[in-house]
């Protein structure tokens, strides 16, 4: 990816250590430089599709709200692992398993492929959700203006990636804030939060499909693909021991970037515990919340739905760009390749397909598709091989070990059961 190699910021080396408010302002900036890979990714934590996956799981109230924990935890681990990998080795997740197992080419690219047009149908879904939710505008005009706004923001990146980064940034940091005003406003129980956190129940086979959905929502493969890509571009031309230095920085905003998307996630649970009664859509607690809260809630909502899909919607181009690049046997313009992922969306939606219904049953997808990159990060990044020194120790193998076990096992279960409804 061009823009990624032209716009990284990192290439001047960290600054000197020493003592006194001069290390902290260097040390502030110094890390300002390397922050966007993280909170980059962060944006599809968040996106669309977890937001009606929380809305759907609050119709068991706050009893679901640990899954939200649970995801995180195994996104950061998945996270870290990717920027090991491409601090260690200076290349992205993608080279590495064509480097790997080059007769496995096509699997992953049919694999990349279907969750690159699956996380479309869910970003573009959002949008043209959001923009009919704030502005009651027809379909087909809002699937248009819904198209036009994504293209807006990919183009502010395409000369300068960390423009683009910037303004992902402050996206992420205008969604919190709409949800920290909303829950101003609700003022939950905390018992009922602590306990829904904290002790893991399954009440019935929908809560099972949703937990597995969340999942699915959360740790998405294209995030591994871009998060590593970032990481490694801005590493191009660095020795390994600056690499490996900066490296430090990326595992702490990996961190708080996925953290703050968890906290998200959390919220709009709870919003939807307090919202969805017998519906759990998005479109529900939006009409719910304005006679509710008010419409400044309302509002809030509405906007930092839009927000999230499209700047969910450009991320997911650019790690559409990486595997694309990578695993395609043939070579496609971006805006070609874009249009292309974004038609079984607008087809849908224009067709009439309930908007709720495919949010969730996207991210499903997404979490039936996850063994297949998640596995071969965990064996690479376990290998002495290809990591040297940086090869997992036994805690982190063992949590890597354990959230593939968890794909797998979350997976199993979906499939060995009928097709349930939501509750």
């Known amino acids: 990816m061009a823009a990624m190699e032209e716009g990284a910021p990192c290439s001047r080396p960290a600054a000197p250590l020493a003592l006194g408010w001069g290390t902290r302002s260097a040390g502030i900036a110094h890390g300002w430089a390397l922050a966007g890979p993280a ?23 706050m009893a679901l709200l640990w899954s939200i924990l649970v995801a995180n935890a195994m996104a950061i681990v998945l996270q870290v692992l990717c920027v090991r990998l491409a ?24 694999v990349s492929q279907g969750t690159a047009i699956t996380t479309d149908l869910a970003e573009f879904t959002g949008i043209v959700v959001g923009l009919r939710l704030l502005f009651g505008i027809a379909l087909p ?25 910037v303004a992902l940034i402050s996206i992420v940091g205008l969604i919190a ?63 390994r021991t600056q690499r490996l230095a900066n490296g430090a920085v990326y595992h702490r905003e990996t961190i708080v970037a996925l ?24 479109e529900h607690a939006y009409v719910v919340l304005g006679p509710l809260l008010g419409t400044g809630a309302a509002v809030a909502f509405g906007a930092a739905l839009l927000l999230s899909g499209v700047a969910a919607s450009t991320t997911a181009t650019l790690a559409g760009d990486v595997v694309f690049r990578t695993f395609s046997p043939i070579r496609v313009a971006t805006s070609l390749r874009r249009a292309l992922t974004l038609a079984p969306a607008a087809i849908a939606l224009l067709a009439g397909a309930s ?10 997808a ?55 409804p939501i509750h």
Do not use: K
């Open 39 to 61: 909170f980059a990714v962060s944006v599809g934590y968040m996106d669309p599709g977890n937001w009606a996956t929380d809305l759907a799981a609050g119709l068991y109230g």
């Open 259 to 282: 953290n703050l998307a968890a906290f998200v996630n959390g919220a709009i649970l709870v919003v939807g515990a307090l919202v969805s009664r017998a519906d759990g859509s998005i």
């Open 141 to 165: 005009v809002a699937v248009v203006i819904g198209a036009i706004a994504v293209s807006v923001l990919f183009l502010l990146g395409n000369d300068r990636l960390r423009r683009l980064e």
């Open 87 to 110: 601090t260690a080795t200076g290349d992205d997740l993608a080279t590495h398993l064509v480097r790997r197992w080059p007769r496995h080419r096509s699997l992953f690219w049919a």
């Open 355 to 364: 908007p709720t219904n495919l949010l969730i049953w996207s991210q499903v």
């Open 366 to 420: 997404l979490a039936l598709a996850l063994p297949v990159v998640v596995v071969p990060l965990v064996a690479l990044t376990s290998s002495g091989r290809v990591m040297g020194a940086l090869a997992n120790r036994t805690g982190l193998r063992i949590a890597a070990i354990a959230v593939a076990t968890l794909c797998i096992a979350f997976d199993a279960a979906l499939l060995a059961q009928p097709l349930l």
């Open 177 to 239: 804030f709409a949800f920290v005003y909303e829950l101003g406003l609700i003022h939950p129980s905390l018992g009922a939060v602590a306990r829904g956190a904290l002790f893991p129940t399954l009440p019935d086979g929908g809560a099972l499909f949703l937990v597995i959905s969340i999942i699915g929502a959360t740790v998405m493969p294209h995030n591994l693909f871009l998060h590593s890509a970032l990481v490694a571009a801005r590493g191009q031309g660095l020795p």
